[in-house]
């Protein structure tokens, strides 16, 4: 028996609040223990659901599709009776344009992080890491149909390290650009780990990119506007002290072009990077000149890499940003979580900012327990979509919040 608690809460809006109290009152009625259970099925535009099972389900990318409908990616937990255990696996699920589930499927890997879409609808890759024979982990590829049913699977790395896949972009000419790291054994130095695949995972390129005794951590890539290709991450001394958020180029080729290091006295990461029509935007955390603890951090530099402005967001506690998205307004929507605001632990955290990254509005969602948002997007028909995951007393489930442009769930 599960027996999940939230409190969820919306802030200055009496109404929203009641609404979320309810519709997560109501999933807890219904059964949390259901798998893809519906919270409110209905054709609003504006929703919150919670998808999952007893145990953990977690949620990490998620795709806008032609049709106005959203693949989403993420790992659930499973018990086997039979085996005694808990199994974690990738699962996808199609979501109807009022985030209702259409179909979900669970797939082979032990978490999937990233989702592309596949060339005239065929279907999806699913990208992020498998536990192999030998008890270590490898990146790991997975080639779905359009209704998410796993063709063929690829691994890549070294057979005596251990690799963490991270971000998954298309790139021209259908290929695919994977993000991860690699980690050596022993000194437990991690390494930035980029391939470049055909369609069938096939792989075209690869390098590992790192310093001696320096360890990195990885965020996501894109394919520039040129040609190029662009990664975030961070990067720290292994014997300690402090990171720095960390910007490479590459051409296509996957050969060095520029690295960047992003930082001050504190430690600073960099979760996510997106293309503007003069730079590029990068969001991750910072404990530098922060309010207390980590602050949300919005960079944006030039095509070159230099800082041209940066803007912190936060309270005396820790916050921190996984996702930024270019808004069509020319502003940017920042997904991450708070410690600083909400009900207590973290809440999952949306901040709108102008194209200077002033802050328009935020809004939190979550309860008492560790609430995190993972990705949000801004949909073709207007509003926003987030993504994240709500923890239960004994579970964690997905949950896919729509909202108006002004992020509020209630019209």
Known sequence: MCTP????????????????????????????????????????????????????????????????????VGTS???VIDANRNVQNSVIIRLDANGNPLWNENLSGYEGRSVAPLPNNQGFLVFGDIINERDTTSLYLIGTNAQG???????????????????????????????????????????????????????????????TGVSNNVGSIIQTNNGDVLWCGDTFPNLGTNSDARLVLTDSLLN?????????AGNETARDVKQTFDGYIIVGSTETNSAGGRDVWLLKVDLGGQLIWQRNYGGTANDEGFSVTPTRDGGFLIVGYTESKGQGGQDIWVIKTDFAGDPIWDK????????????????????????????????????????????????
């Open 364 to 411: 939190t969602f979550g309860g008492t327990r560790d609430d995190q948002g993972r990705a949000g997007i801004e949909p073709r028909n207007g509003g926003f979509l987030i993504i994240g995951t709500i923890f239960f007393e004994n579970n964690q489930m997905m949950t896919v919040i729509r909202t108006d442009a002004n992020g509020n769930i209630v019209k």
């Open 149 to 211: 049913q796993e063709q063929w699977s690829r691994t890549y790395g070294l057979p005596s390290r251990n690799e963490r896949g991270f971000s998954i972009v298309p790139a021209p000419n259908n290929q695919y650009l994977l993000l991860g790291m690699t980690i050596a054994p022993v000194t437990n130095q991690t390494q930035m780990y980029a391939v470049r695949t055909d369609i069938e995972g096939n792989v075209l390129r690869e390098r590992i990119y790192g310093f």
């Open 256 to 264: 060095l072009k520029w690295d960047f290091t992003y930082g001050g």
């Open 77 to 79: 937990t499973r018990a």
């Open 5 to 72: 608690y939230i409190s969820p809460k919306r802030k200055n809006n009496t109404a929203a609040n009641s609404l979320l109290i309810g519709l997560l009152a109501l999933g807890l009625a219904l059964g949390s223990c259901n798998r893809l259970q519906n919270v409110r099925p209905d054709d609003s535009g504006v929703f919150i659901k919670l998808l999952g099972g007893a145990l953990d389900d977690r949620a990490f990318s998620i795709i806008e599709n032609p049709d106005g409908s959203f693949t989403l």
